[in-house]
C-alpha cells in the first residue's frame, strides 16, 4: 500500500507544475485526497483536497491558483498549480483518508480530515 506524490521540480514564478499522487495497493475511489506543504522552518499546511464524491477544497492562500481533481481509472489525484508564487516553494505531499468516516458530516471540509496515510512528498521550487 502506497502513495506517491510526484511531479515536483524547479519553475519560474508565474509558470505552472502539475503534481500527481498515485496510490498502489489500493484503490483511491473511496477516499479523501489531501495536499499538503511545508516550507522550510515552518509548519506543515494543507493546501488542497478532494473528497471520494469530488468536492474540493483549497486554502485562501492558493484559491484561483490551484486545482484538485481526480482520475479514479487511473487511481491518481492530481494538484495543477498555476501562477506559481515564490512562497510556494516546498515539499507537497499527498496524503488519504476513508471518505466514509466524513459521511454524516457533509459541511466539514477536507482541509480538516484526519488524514491517515502519507506518501512520500515532491519538492515545488519556485525560483527566478
Known amino acids: 500500500v502506497q502513495l506517491q506524490a510526484s511531479g515536483g521540480g524547479l519553475v519560474q514564478p508565474g509558470n505552472s507544475l502539475r503534481l500527481s499522487c498515485a496510490a498502489s495497493?489500493?484503490?483511491?475511489?473511496?477516499?479523501?485526497i489531501g495536499w499538503f506543504r511545508q516550507a522550510p522552518g515552518k509548519e506543515r499546511e494543507g493546501v488542497s483536497c478532494?473528497?471520494?464524491?469530488?468536492?474540493?477544497a483549497y486554502a485562501d492562500s492558493v484559491k484561483g491558483r490551484f486545482t484538485t481533481s481526480r482520475d479514479n481509472a487511473k487511481n491518481t489525484v492530481y494538484l495543477q498549480m498555476n501562477s506559481l508564487e515564490p512562497e510556494d516553494t516546498a515539499v507537497y505531499y499527498c496524503?488519504?483518508?476513508?471518505?466514509?468516516?466524513?459521511?454524516?458530516?457533509?459541511?466539514?471540509?477536507?482541509?480538516?480530515?484526519?488524514?491517515?496515510?502519507w506518501g512520500q512528498g515532491t519538492l515545488v521550487t519556485v525560483s527566478s
Open positions: 496524503a488519504s483518508v476513508l471518505g466514509f468516516y466524513y459521511a454524516l458530516e457533509p459541511s466539514k471540509s477536507c482541509l480538516t480530515y484526519g488524514y491517515e496515510f
Open positions: 495497493g489500493f484503490s483511491l475511489g473511496s477516499y479523501a
Open positions: 478532494i473528497t471520494h464524491n469530488a468536492n474540493t
